[in-house]
């Protein structure tokens, strides 16, 4: 089932890395898959209802969601009322945990954005991803871990699991046994989002790079890309972006790599 209900920024209501008590934050597992396409209210969509919904949900020590606050509506009822029987419905987390890292009732602040696909246009933002993913004697992935940074919105994970698809399987795929290090990446007019880890502690051994100009309504005007493997080519024009908030072209450079390190 393709989804296209995007979820926004994480705000956690707790500081993190441990706040000033100790204390951390709910973690989600899979958010991804909390909601899909058949979620969306068809009355909502006769009336042409969307927008961003922001909400709260406070999770037991169990790590169940027990409650759901709205913090910014969507200006829907429909909507605002949809997402939190869905969190709370479907939402598994990792508990909070106190000082002495018991687990303990906790909040998490999240936004869904509720489009129509041929509404929904990526935002141009930066971001990045690194991957490390296990590979096992038999091929198979025996474990994956994502550092993510920028905007949730236009993040891809390869660790989500998205239904039956894994994308780590994918990425994976010729691969002996060893670990992978899966770099994705995107910089806006040369501003990037990087975690504060290095990337992996090896050369890549494949990459690609897309350089892409876009114009003040958001349409991609020119488009090249360069890979390690089959040298610069042209790639396709005439997809569209959100348009730009400074009316002015957009320069997006999109990078893809992989490192990878065989067993001992």
Known sequence: MRRFLRMGAAVATLCCGGGAWGQTDPTPIDPASWVT???FPAEALRKDEKGIVKFALSVNPAG???????VETSGSALLDQTTCRVMVLRGVFKPATDKHGRPVTGEWEQRVNWQPPSDYLQPLLPFQSISRIVIGPNGNVT?????LA??????????????DSYPARDVAKGYGPGVLTFTLSQTVDGVSASPTSPTSEIPPNWTVEEQLTIDPSGVVQT??????NDG??????GNRYMA???GKPVRIVKTTSTAFQPAK
């Open 37 to 39: 396409n058949d979620d």
């Open 64 to 70: 169940r969601p027990t409650g759901c606050r709205i």
């Open 143 to 147: 474990d994956c871990t994502s550092r």
């Open 150 to 163: 920028g905007d949730p919105s236009v993040q891809f994970d390869v660790c989500t699991r998205y239904g």
């Open 223 to 228: 488009c090249r890309k360069i890979s390690s």
């Open 232 to 237: 610069t080519t042209d790639c396709p024009v």
């Open 244 to 246: 730009p908030e400074s």
